[in-house]
């Protein structure tokens, strides 16, 4: 399902963020991305989505070589990962539905369908009453859960969250967990950056651990105590 085989990552002048990184996700997995602030863990989570090419190595995601993607097969893959990223992009001139619909309106889908979808979308995250609303006038919390409306709207099979839990109380940060809790049950693969580690311990059944200079993976034998 996602495949990194000694994947290597820099920005311009900014050598080896990620170094020689290996590990593969299977389907219906959920895996947190730990990690200390400036590691690389939004890095790793934008290479999975295609938004950032790898320097070196090689990508897998959905059976795909990210490097030899057509420009054909680009929307597929956008279609079959939902990101969610820390910036959550949300657009404060459109209602919550419309914000929804956004990730719909490519896919050629009659807007009847579309809407029915991206309603059901709502309800999934607890949102139904407010989808009229501005996201300017939702929590912190809300506007979260929105993002993930958003990003589940189009069914992917893999769910990335950039810190989705950052900025919240514990007890909406428990919620936004148990949404995703919710899609990983349906066979939704799911990783989650953060470095919450009370969190984590909480809900983690695997964990890949970014430090400087050092990869680890809790489901890896060497890792297994
Ligand atoms: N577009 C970019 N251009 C240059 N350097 C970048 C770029 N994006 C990230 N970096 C650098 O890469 C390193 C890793 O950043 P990244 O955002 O992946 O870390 P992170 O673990 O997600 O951090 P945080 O927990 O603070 O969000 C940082 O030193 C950052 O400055």
Do not use: W
């Not at 719909?104 to 949102?127: D, I, N, Q, Y």
């Not at 993002?147 to 007890?171: G, H, Q």
């Not at 953060?194 to 060497?222: G, V």
């Amino acid at each position: 399902m996602i495949e990194f085989l000694h994947v290597f990552k820099s920005y311009g002048q900014e050598k080896n963020i990620l170094a020689d990184i290996t590990f593969q996700v299977t389907a219906g997995e959920f895996v947190f991305v730990a990690g200390p602030s400036g590691a690389g863990k939004s890095t790793l989570l934008k290479l999975i989505a295609g938004l950032e090419p790898a320097s070196r190595g090689s990508i897998q995601v959905n059976g795909q070589r990210l490097d030899k993607l057509s420009a054909r097969a680009k929307p597929y893959l956008r279609r079959a990962v939902g990101v969610i990223l820390q910036d959550t992009h949300l657009l404060y001139d459109r209602s919550a539905i419309d914000n929804v619909l956004l990730p719909l309106s490519v896919t050629g889908l009659p807007m009847s369908t579309a809407k029915s979808r991206a309603r059901a979308a709502l309800e999934k995250v607890g949102l139904s009453q407010k989808e009229q609303a501005n996201p300017i006038t939702l929590s912190g919390g809300e506007q979260q859960r929105l993002a993930i409306a958003r990003a589940i709207v189009n069914r992917p099979a893999i769910l990335i969250a950039d810190e989705p839990t950052a900025n919240l109380d514990a007890e909406t940060a428990q919620r936004i967990m148990s949404v995703f809790r919710d899609f990983n049950r349906v066979g939704v693969t799911t990783l989650i950056a953060s470095h919450d580690e009370a969190l984590m311990a909480q809900h983690a059944t695997r964990c890949l651990r970014i430090t400087q200079r050092h990869f680890a993976d809790s489901a890896s034998s060497e890792n297994r105590q």
